[in-house]
């Protein structure tokens, strides 16, 4: 008898991969969100392997929120560009002139929450009747129990209590009008297998990955880099750190960890050795035990 | 590294959460602010002590009901193996939850609650689990430490169980192992307090034992998912036929046969990316070219000749019933099977189990949640389909309620 075993990141990566050919098939006009944090590069690269030859058959889409690290915006055109795929943006800063966002105040003020109406906003203008994102389910407790296929009503809204139920191989992406499906392929992944499939299959990543020196401010604990979206508050002190970027959000929001680990090895040896999950440094989640389920339950990805 | 697929199902007090705590906890998955957190919920719940089912209870109504009502998923890994755990509730009216979870594990826990014994609960989870044809079960009889570590009872407890899943044809490799979740006791290291034990810890067992078998490679079946046609000047002339193997080997060169036209060819060359492949199996996803140009599209089949796949109209199934509105015969769905959907009417409904004592009635006129029954069903268009118990991937399927774009219900084809 052979040994027709696969290793888990070839299961986890033929997986995907059926997700991704099963949206393009079940829907009529998807998207990819790509913010050029790793798990959208993940996506996109897998994306790209599963309709080889072929191109893409569905645009890569950013809701920008306009206080990105500029490193992130540049790679993010680069990497399209690269690709061969389409890149549609939604500005957040759109809905803002147009009075469906209003920005927050105050001094914790940041424009996470903001996303979820541009984002809903670029899907109902764009058509798209799935949009495909990152999220895995050991990011967050709520996202443990999402679907591959995430069903939304009319409004964005999801329902966890009332999901459909996902058996085998089988996905149920029948809606009605105006609904529409959030499609999480990776969601079997975890941080390290994610980190482990890009050192496997060589993923460039942006810079802000690898640790670098910058100036930072220490804010609730939690270690933000000084930039024209963060500047110092009267008692801050700035330091010269070094340090990378765990996640890639907002530069207002997202905090970096002190890090010499400057090449991909280096950083798989380090998450193996965390106690922190990723998230653990990201305001937006402190806000209350069952933030991203609120959120999500509004439409936030 | 490989992935074990794995399933649990149980209340709250036979221990199934601390189990999971434990196992997540003693290989480092928990992280310090996911138990920073617990601590803090728990303090606010005035739990003294750290509970660890706040780690697997996810969704607001849950925690604040106490209650487990969706399948959860967790993950863990060992230098050996990645582990997927679906975690499920394991009252009856869940039974929903345990299917799903169960459809996609390779081995389930079973718990026994060692004062307890075999009770009506761990025979539902076993008859779920060889329904869903999981082939390998743990009977972890747990809360050792509260029968004074006896073999007395451990020995009648799987003597009960055996003597109960003797019927359950499926499972074909039966584990029992006595626990103590809340100690540790087995779980990582052999427990000292058990010397009349001679078996292995739970987690070394879930890191060695063999599931590479549980995949169908025989019988070759290659559902089209997707036509890839670049149109580019370099690839003017390519027409590649995506999918995953659902079961067989494939390779260039091989004759194969096209359902439902029935044309046959060879396969020219198999893809993953740019990379040609010596040979192509499940669960693969991979690119196929053909040597004729054949119309095929998605929902169309590769098979081989001398084992094609059963094709008809009229078929034989048990299903899991997951609507609140009752199944009545002579209903009518979309049905979900492979890449292929077509219409389907349940033409009759033949009996129902009772999965407390596994008796089937056959007075009976629908199915309602949580029911599992044996139906026939009538397809407008026929399917290409083998039995459940010789191929998960081809003998599954999803009833939808073409009103509501609901799935009302699992099957698995006899």
Redesign the interface.
């Known amino acids: 008898m052979f040994d027709y075993n696969l290793s888990h990141l070839d299961q986890l990566e033929a997986e995907a991969i059926f997700i991704l050919r099963e949206t393009a098939a079940q829907f009529e006009n998807p998207g990819l969100l790509f913010s050029a944090g790793k798990d959208s590069i993940v996506m996109a690269h897998i994306s790209r392997k599963a309709f080889y030859p072929a191109r893409i058959p569905f645009p890569l889409v950013h809701v920008d929120t306009g206080h990105n690290f500029p490193e992130t915006i540049e790679f993010r055109d680069a990497y399209a560009d690269k690709i061969g795929a389409r890149l549609y943006v939604g500005m957040v800063q759109d809905s803002i002139d147009q009075g469906t966002a209003v920005e927050e105040t105050g001094p914790n003020a940041s424009r996470n929450k903001l996303q979820t109406v541009t984002l809903l906003e670029t899907i109902e203008e764009q058509q798209y009747d799935a949009v495909l994102g990152g999220g895995r389910r050991d990011e967050e407790k709520a996202r443990a129990k999402e679907r591959f296929f995430s069903h939304r009503n009319d409004f964005g809204e999801w329902d966890p209590k009332n999901q459909r139920p996902e058996l085998w191989n089988l996905f149920n992406g029948r809606k009605q009008p105006g609904e529409h499906f959030r499609i999480f392929p990776l969601s079997n992944f975890t941080e390290m297998d994610v980190w482990m499939y890009m050192h496997q299959e060589g993923i460039e990543l942006p810079s802000l990955y690898y640790a670098h020196e910058r100036e930072t401010v220490t804010r609730n604990g939690v270690i933000l880099a000084v930039s024209e979206f963060v500047q110092p508050r009267e008692g801050e002190l700035v330091e010269t750190k070094v340090i990378r970027f765990r996640t890639m959000g907002d530069a207002t929001i997202t905090g970096a960890v002190e890090s010499s680990a400057n090449t991909m090895e280096k950083i798989i040896e380090e998450v193996a050795a965390a106690r922190q999950t990723e998230r653990g440094n990201r305001a937006d989640d402190k806000r209350s035990e069952t933030a991203m389920e609120d959120r999500k339950k509004e439409g936030y990805f | ?3 074990l697929r794995f399933t649990t199902a149980g209340s709250v007090d036979d221990g199934k959460s601390t189990l999971i705590g434990r196992l997540l906890y003693d290989s480092k998955s928990i ?4 138990l920073e ?1 617990i601590k803090e ?1 728990s303090r606010k719940k005035g739990d003294e002590n750290m509970n660890l089912a706040l ?7 849950e ?1 604040e009901q106490g209650i487990t ?7 863990f ?1 060992t230098p050996k ?2 582990f ?1 755990i679906a975690d499920t509730p394991g009252h009856i009216q869940y039974t ?2 345990m ?2 979870g169960a ?2 594990a390779n081995l389930a826990i079973v718990l026994i609650d060692a004062r307890k014994g075999v009770i009506e609960q761990t025979k539902r989870h076993s008859f779920i689990a060889n329904l869903l044809r999981i082939q390998h079960v743990v009977v972890a009889v747990n809360k050792m430490d509260l029968v004074d570590y006896s073999q007395d009872v451990y020995d009648k407890i799987i003597a009960d169980y055996k003597s109960f899943a003797s019927r359950l044809d499926n499972i074909v490799d039966i584990r029992p192992i006595p626990i103590s979740a809340l100690n540790g006791d087995n779980i990582v290291n052999r427990s000292e307090n058990m010397p009349w034990y001679e078996g292995a810890s739970l987690l070394y067992h879930l890191e060695n034992v063999y599931v ?2 549980d ?1 169908n ?1 025989v019988q070759a079946r290659f559902p089209v ?2 036509v ?5 000047d ?2 003017h002339d ?1 027409r ?1 036929f ?3 193997v659902s079961g067989g ?1 494939f390779k260039p060169g091989d004759a194969v046969r096209i359902m439902p036209s029935g044309f046959s060819t060879t396969i020219d060359k198999i ?4 990379k040609e492949l010596a040979e192509a ?5 991979v ?1 196929m070219t053909l040597n004729d140009e054949i119309d095929i599209s ?1 929902g169309d089949m590769l098979v081989k000749d001398n084992n094609a796949p059963h094709l008809g109209q009229d078929i034989e199934a048990m299903i899991c019933w ?1 609507s609140t509105v009752n199944l009545n015969p002579r209903s009518k769905f ?1 049905i ?2 492979t ?1 292929r959907e077509a219409k389907a009417i349940v033409s009759e409904l033949r009996y129902k189990m009772d999965i407390n004592t596994l008796r089937k009635n056959e007075d009976v006129s629908s199915l309602t949640l949580n029911e599992i029954g044996r139906v026939k069903l009538h397809t407008a268009s026929p399917l290409f389909y083998d039995s459940y118990n010789k191929n ?2 081809t003998g ?3 009833l ?1 309620d073409p009103g509501t ?3 009302v219900a ?1 099957g698995m084809i006899l």
């Open positions: 590294m490989d992935l992280f310090e602010d996911q957190a919920s780690l697997t209870d996810g969704l607001k109504a925690r009502i969706d399948v959860a998923y967790r993950y890994a193996r990645k997927i929903r939850n299917v799903t459809s996609t590479g078998g995949e490679h998912q997707w890839i046609r670049p149109q580019s370099k690839f390519f590649g995506a999918g995953r080997v893809y993953q990316d740019k199996f499940a669960p693969q996803s690119v998605r997951f979309v979900r099977h890449t998960r991937h599954s399927f999803i939808i774009n609901e799935t699992a």
